[in-house]
């Protein structure tokens, strides 16, 4: 049984364009979530995360949206740039505890 | 230093090798973690330790075998492997205990092919 779903394996935006990447989840215990971005043949490389207590994080191009109610997170890229090209992977903890769940992924085209 | 390393990049084994991966960090972190990611597949736990302890053993196979020599250090000891095993294995660190967010920063990994 899933917990983390991200539900679209693969998303093309165009250059300079905004990339929104969804994921839900079902564990109500999640209290933490987090976005990872990965290359091929590297590790996942943490990129921002949120707190339940908020609905909104921002670090520079991106942008994480948290909807409890709906049980809902959406990454927000803008612009997005070639670089961006990589396979996101949406995460939830509960409780600060140890362990974080990983959805499917979502691998972001970025056409020039 | 705000990397974890891991050796070997890649690592071609038999069945009947005994072979270790190993994982560092000097960035204080007191949870380690090992996971196994398969092709196009998302990481999978198998393997938490917290101030130097196992905590969380996902029901792993014992031919896989964690230590955790110190604070800094984490291995994964391999024996008699199946071909299904082969993956990249992903090493993490965070800060540990209740007080702090769980963001774990990840190694590059070891592609692991088993013969």
């Known amino acids: 049984d899933q917990q983390v779903k991200q539900n679209s394996p693969s998303l093309s935006v165009q250059e300079g364009r905004i990339s929104i990447l969804n994921c839900d989840y079902t564990?109500?215990?999640?209290?933490?979530f987090l976005w990872y971005k990965k290359y091929p043949a590297e590790g996942p490389t943490f990129l921002i995360s949120?707190?339940?207590?908020?609905d909104k994080n921002e670090d520079g191009r991106f942008t994480v949206f948290l909807n409890k109610s709906a049980k809902h997170l959406s990454l927000h890229i803008v612009p997005s740039q070639p670089g961006d090209s990589a396979v996101y992977f949406c995460?939830?903890?509960?409780?600060?505890?140890?362990?974080?769940?990983f959805g499917k992924g979502t691998r972001l085209h970025i056409l020039p | 230093d705000t990397e974890v390393t891991q050796t070997p990049k890649h690592l071609v084994m038999g069945m009947t090798n005994k072979k270790s991966l190993k994982c560092e960090q000097h960035?204080?972190?007191?949870?380690m973690y090992w996971y196994k990611q398969k092709a196009k597949k998302p990481p999978e736990l198998m393997f938490v330790?917290?101030?130097?302890?196992?905590?969380i053993n996902e029901s792993v196979p014992s031919r896989f075998s964690p230590e955790c020599p110190n604070s800094s250090l984490l291995n994964l000891h391999l024996h008699a492997l199946q071909p299904e095993d082969s993956a990249l294995y992903l090493c993490?660190?965070?800060?540990?205990?209740?007080?702090?967010?769980?963001?774990?920063?990840f190694g590059p990994g070891t592609r692991l092919t088993v013969l």
């Open positions: 995460a939830a903890s509960p409780n600060r505890d140890d362990k974080i769940i």
């Open positions: 949120i707190s339940s207590i908020k």
């Open positions: 564990n109500s215990m999640f209290d933490y």
């Open positions: 960035m204080g972190h007191r949870a």
């Open positions: 330790y917290s101030y130097e302890k196992l905590s």
């Open positions: 993490a660190s965070s800060q540990a205990g209740t007080t702090s967010y769980n963001e774990q920063f």
